[in-house]
């Protein structure tokens, strides 16, 4: 096993460890919803969900990091250059990540002032944590295209279409994140270049780079060509570019700028799920080609339902209320807290398990991972996830009508929808699925920790070539 491939093993048992305590304070942010009193003034909502969310993004970007660090050496037949300033910048970058939960659950909040905005908080949504720890995670960034960039110069001869997608794609991936530092004192300003952060960066670089992800993952567990999902990555990139950065403009619809951007980003954003459906496509394609048989079973069928729910979640879930006639009662409500749990999940979530079911298995040894144990995780997890998304649609529609359509979006009208019941009972489904999606996390947890058994192998079905 490469250098590469035991960091990368680190990066994900830490995104896996993460991931827990994104869903403690998920479940934790839910019941705030039913209990608004409950820790008043020892442990408020905001900064529950400030863990919910910069968890999640952490351990994302572990993830993804760490599936990269797997296959890279992979793809390359060579070890990652610069090694050893990658595994330095792990242990810097967990620490990091611990000192920065602590200030939040203990500190939490300071003055208005540059102290707290280097020390404390930024007190900007969903990069609250501190400047330093931004600064950190720059570095991070580019030790991490450092090492990619430079192992795919050391081998120029194989590089593939995957790995120059891969480094193209890093250059934003470092760019754009940059915009987590601006402090803009005009509103409208600091939320236009807030929102390249927050849909660029999260939504389109990573988007791409789980694309590469998930293209390794298919020839490794189902030994689809690589043409096959090279061809896939490149017009999924060529949409992504096409479709994403002009369909930016549904979240500049409320914030003060011209309303040609009701136009620009009601149509782009209408074509964003195209890509997706291209995933979808290629998923149903493999799955043919091979009638479900593979080595890795479980890895398989996480794949494979990164491609559907990625598809539903982010491309139709966001369909359905980024036309400004529909944004416009929607926005802001448990509506659009439904379609980002649903796109994160299956956008990112499925896929980065995948990759650790990919890595338990050459960890493990066995020619085959199946069973029936992954099952329990495997259906908890899409049970609860599916089970909360309805719960806060519905929550999300009796806002957007009895607040905001029939209600006339005053402060009356949203106390008076958030005592519906179409409301409190979206918002029970909620934490109940959630207690269902906690428990798919413990049984997927204990199936990775646990040996497989040893099963006898079934080889993928070899793909005809094509006429």
């Given amino acids: 096993m490469y250098r590469s491939q035991k960091l990368a093993l680190r990066y994900l048992t830490a995104a896996a460890t993460l991931f827990g305590v994104m869903i403690v304070f998920g479940l934790l942010s839910s019941l705030y919803y039913l209990y608004p009193s409950m820790l008043f003034n020892v442990f408020n909502f905001n900064m529950s969900k400030t863990m919910h969310i910069d968890t999640l993004v ?40 611990v000192v920065v939960a602590l200030v ?25 944590a501190p400047r330093w720890a931004a600064i950190g995670i720059t570095l991070v960034m580019l030790v991490f295209s450092y090492n990619v960039i430079a192992t795919s110069i050391k081998a ?62 298919l020839m490794d567990v189902m030994g689809t060509q690589r043409r096959i999902v090279e061809a896939w990555l490149y017009i999924e990139v060529m949409l992504v570019l096409g479709a994403g950065i002009l369909g930016l403009g549904h979240h500049y619809f409320w914030i003060g700028t011209p309303r040609y951007w009701l136009s620009i980003g009601g149509f782009f954003s209408a074509l964003e799920p195209l890509p997706l459906l291209g995933m979808v496509m290629h998923a149903v394609y493999d799955a043919g080609m091979h009638r479900l048989k593979t080595s890795n079973q479980p890895a398989y069928y996480w794949i494979t339902t990164e491609a559907f729910l990625n598809f539903i979640g982010a491309g139709v879930w966001g369909f359905m209320m980024t036309l400004p006639q529909i944004n416009m009662f929607s926005h802001g409500t448990q509506w659009t807290a439904s379609h980002g749990h649903f796109a994160f999940y299956g956008a990112y979530v499925c896929g980065i398990i995948a990759v650790l079911y990919v890595a338990k298995q050459r960890v493990s040894g066995v ?81 990775l920790l646990t040996a497989p058994r040893a099963l006898p192998r079934a080889e993928p079905q070899a793909q005809p070539e094509p006429a």
């Avoid at 990091?65 to 330095?88: C, D, R, S």
């Avoid at 005009?186 to 270049?193: E, G, I």
């Fill in 58 to 97: 952490i351990w994302l970007l572990m993830g993804l990091m760490g599936a990269i660090y797997w296959y890279l050496p992979k793809e390359l037949e060579t070890e990652v250059e610069g090694i050893w300033l990658a595994e330095l910048m792990f242990w810097i970058f967990c620490a990091a990540v």
């Fill in 104 to 128: 939040f659950l203990f500190v939490q909040y300071g003055s208005s002032n540059q102290f707290s905005l280097w020390f404390i908080n930024q007190g900007r949504k969903y990069v609250e």
């Fill in 156 to 217: 120029k001869r194989k590089m593939t279409g995957i790995l120059w997608v891969l480094v193209i794609d890093l250059i934003p991936l470092v760019a754009v994140y940059l915009d987590a530092f601006p402090a803009d004192t005009n509103l409208s300003t600091d939320l236009y270049w807030w929102w390249w952060l927050v849909h660029m960066w999260v939504e389109s670089t990573w988007e791409v780079l789980i694309g590469c992800v998930m293209a390794w993952v």
């Fill in 367 to 447: 020619e085959v991972l199946g069973g029936n144990r992954w099952k329990w995780g495997y259906g908890l997890l899409n049970l609860g996830m599916v089970g909360m998304v309805m719960g806060l649609l519905l929550a999300g529609m009796a806002q957007a009508f009895y607040g905001r359509a029939a209600g006339g979006s005053t402060l009356m009208a949203f106390t008076m929808a958030s005592e519906n019941p179409w409301f409190t009972s979206g918002m029970y489904a909620r934490v109940g699925f959630g207690f269902v999606f906690a428990a798919g996390y413990v049984m997927l947890i204990y199936d």
